[in-house]
């Protein structure tokens, strides 16, 4: 008798914590109105240029240096993981200044689509570079056991990252339109990274056995960094275009002749190198 009692507790409890008054299954309430409008940034008191110049020396070191104190910086997100080819990064833009923030995050661009306002606070963020580009995270060992500015946990992002607003129509969402002059007379100190576009270019491709590869990138012709390198012709001046094997612009087919490319602008140590957000950063002509 009792262990019939024992059962009919425990039943009932069941039935009871299963029933329709317990659980909501409804989609929970968001409030998304920050991505209806835009606001000033009131409390900045450091701009993307000074974060630069103040780092300067970690940054073309490929090192880095922790950030211990409040200094905040406002921009617009101009790029993001959208496609996986800028993985786990933003590039965050005022004015003519932007900068790479890396963030252990795999949809980044479901928080930050482009057009996004924010002010970032680097304190307990480390700000260095990344093959002397700069670029804002926390260190982490390569599987070579060698230190390297990387992305910083998704917790401190949350924190110290703060979403003002929106405004897909900022001047820092339209790229900055280059061609080869502009190339070899602009500093990369000064202009890495930077979205950028390139009109009447072509794109050749070249596959590890030295044909042509139809699409953008495939793991037989990876480095060790999972990337592709080919090359943007600009006239008779190349520029490098590096994809991801992981993304998914790898396998889009490359398209023949002229095209117009916009794209994130990088470098790595003394050369450019262009980024493409997604596959339409690519317009046929």
Known sequence: MK?????????????????????????????????????E????????????????SAI??????????DLIFDGYVVANDVSGNLYQTLIIRKGDDAI????????????????????????????????????????????????????????????????IGFNENADEVSPV???????NKMSKDDWAPMLVKLTDVEIKTIKA????????ACSDDK??????????????????LRTSTSSTIAYETVPIGKVDVTGVLTRYTTSWQLQLRDVNDVVVK
Not at 209 to 216: F, L, N, Q, S
Request: charge should be negative.
């Open 60 to 69: 073309s070191n490929s090192s880095f240096k922790k950030v211990k104190e």
């Open 223 to 240: 480095d060790a960094g999972y990337g592709v390198n080919d090359t943007i012709l600009i006239g008779n001046t190349k520029l490098l």
């Open 100 to 163: 790479v923030v890396a963030i252990q995050d795999y949809s980044l661009w479901t928080k930050y689509p482009v057009g996004t306002h924010v002010t970032v606070n680097l304190n307990g963020m480390y700000v260095g570079g990344y093959g002397m580009m700069p670029k804002i995270g926390t260190p982490y060992y390569t599987s070579s056991g060698n230190l390297r500015q990387g992305a910083m946990l998704k917790s401190l992002a949350d924190t110290n990252i703060t979403i």
């Open 177 to 183: 339109e280059i061609d080869a002059s502009w190339l």
């Open 3 to 39: 262990k019939n009692i024992i059962f009919l507790t425990i039943l009932a409890g069941l039935l009871s914590f299963g029933s329709c008054d317990t659980f909501d299954y409804s989609d929970p309430e968001i409030d998304n109105s920050v991505y209806e409008s835009d606001t």
């Open 41 to 56: 940034a009131t409390n900045t008191n450091i701009t993307i240029k000074e974060v630069k110049k103040k780092y300067s």
């Open 209 to 216: 056995d030295g044909e042509r590869r139809t699409i953008y």
